[in-house]
Structures are given as C-alpha cells and as structure tokens.
C-alpha cells in the first residue's frame, strides 16, 4: 500500500511539475506577442490565431488552461495592453494596480 502511495505522489508531482512548463511556453507566447505588436502592430492577433492552432490549444490544455473563445479573448486583451509577463506578474505592478483601483473606487 505505501508504494501505491508513493507512485501517486510521484505522479502528481510530475504533473505539477508538467503543467508548469507549459504554463511557461504560455507566458513566453504572450511576450512574444507582446513584442509583435510593439514591432508590428499585429499582437493580438498572433496570439489569437496561435490559441486557435492546434499546437496552442494542445498547450493551452497541457498548462490546465481551457481552451476556449473566452480564454482566447482575455489573451488578446492581456497583449494589448503592451505589459509584459514578468512586469505585470511582479509584486510592484500588482501593488500599483491595487492602488490605482482604490483610487478609482474613492
């Protein structure tokens, strides 16, 4: 029984450890569709019709992440807004949008 045990932790583990390298592969798309649009003005829609591809929503499901319009549409918003992922998942920038928020409320 404690083998069992064992083997199902080890594969869990191994599957955390999986969906996080997708989720990468994810977060490097967006940058690089950050880039895109910078440089050619055509983000949004490269990563729309990368999330749409095969290869996307293969990735987009390996990282845990439905691959849906809804989901397609929040990654077009996400690269039109110019932040790049390491920025916006950052401490400071969660902090300034947090204080920017209260003082929109206020």
Same mark, same amino acid.
Not at 34 to 63: F, M, T
Not at 73 to 96: C, I, K, P
């Given at each position: 029984?404690?083998?069992?045990?064992?083997?199902?932790?080890?594969?869990?583990?191994?599957?955390?450890?999986? %969906?996080?390298?997708?989720?990468?592969?994810?977060?490097?798309?967006?940058?690089?569709?950050?880039?895109?649009?910078?440089?050619?003005?055509?983000?949004?829609?490269?990563?729309?019709?990368?999330?749409?591809?095969?290869?996307?929503?293969?990735?987009?499901?390996?990282?845990?992440?439905?691959?849906?319009?809804?989901?397609?549409?929040?990654?077009?918003?996400?690269?039109?807004?110019?932040?790049?992922?390491?920025?916006?998942?950052? %401490?400071?920038?969660?902090?300034?949008?947090?204080?920017?928020?209260?003082?929109?409320?206020?």
């Amino acid at each position: 029984m404690k083998d069992f045990v064992d083997g199902t932790a080890f594969n869990n583990e191994q599957g955390n450890r999986s %969906r996080k390298l997708f989720a990468a592969v994810v977060l490097a798309a967006l940058d690089d569709a950050i880039a895109d649009d910078k440089k050619y003005g055509n983000g949004p829609e490269q990563i729309a019709r990368w999330a749409r591809s095969r290869d996307g929503r293969e990735v987009l499901s390996c990282a845990g992440i439905d691959p849906n319009e809804r989901v397609v549409t929040g990654l077009m918003d996400f690269v039109s807004r110019g932040v790049r992922t390491s920025v916006a998942l950052s %401490r400071e920038e969660s902090e300034r949008r947090h204080a920017a928020e209260q003082a929109d409320a206020a």
